[in-house]
């Protein structure tokens, strides 16, 4: 397993693992005419646009195995005043998690946020009865800090939650990391 940049190449095949893994762990979150339609249409359209018009603090990684993508990460470094580089999505395809590929991607994540912005926290927020995902951050030292709703493309709203890493070098000891 080696873990790289992602390039604009890669739009399709990061589109097709967030599908499947949207269509696993959020299935009874979000509703099934959403993640049997359109979802699919919607993240490759994000994917293509994300990498053709990057935004300047977006940072891409894809784990692969045997030259398939079977995770990746997507970051925006210092995105929040208050609460730093957002992890705004992090996915590792069925049969590869328990791996250690989840930790891997958020220790580049981590390492790429520490060395770009110094200052900044790390954050992201993860659906409530996601306690799969939540129990992966929390193991890593993430602290609740604030409740929310997330109102999806289609059906209801589900709630969410902040998590957050106030010092970043604590999540980098965590992944048996020394900051850069
Ligand atoms: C969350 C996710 C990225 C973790 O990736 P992973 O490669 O399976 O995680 P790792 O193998 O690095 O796990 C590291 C540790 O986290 C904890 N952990 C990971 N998955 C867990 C689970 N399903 N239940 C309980 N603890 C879990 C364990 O302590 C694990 O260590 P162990 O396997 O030695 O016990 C993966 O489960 C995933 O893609 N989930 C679906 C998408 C998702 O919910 N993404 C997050 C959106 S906010």
Request: proline share 7%; charged share 15%.
């Amino acid at each position: 397993m080696r873990i790289r940049l992602a390039h604009a190449h890669d739009a399709t095949g990061i589109a097709c693992l967030h599908v499947r893994s949207w269509r696993a762990a959020y299935r009874g979150m979000l509703s099934d005419a959403y993640l049997d339609g359109p979802v699919e249409a919607e993240r490759t359209r994000l994917w293509h646009t994300r990498f053709a018009q990057p935004a300047p603090n977006q940072y891409v990684v894809v784990a692969e195995v045997a030259k398939q993508i079977v995770g990746f990460a997507c970051a925006y470094g210092a995105e929040d005043p208050t609460w730093g580089t957002l992890l705004e999505n992090l996915h590792v395809a069925q049969e590869h998690k328990r791996r250690g590929i989840g930790k891997r991607l958020m220790a580049h994540v981590a390492h790429w946020s520490a060395q770009t912005h110094p200052h900044a926290c790390l954050h992201l927020w993860v659906l409530k009865p996601n306690l799969p995902a939540q129990n992966f951050y929390q193991v890593l030292g993430a602290e609740h800090i604030e409740s929310a709703v997330w109102h999806p493309p289609e059906g209801g709203p589900v709630p969410q939650i902040r998590l957050a890493w106030r010092q970043p070098q604590s999540l980098l000891s965590k992944l048996g990391q020394s900051a850069p």
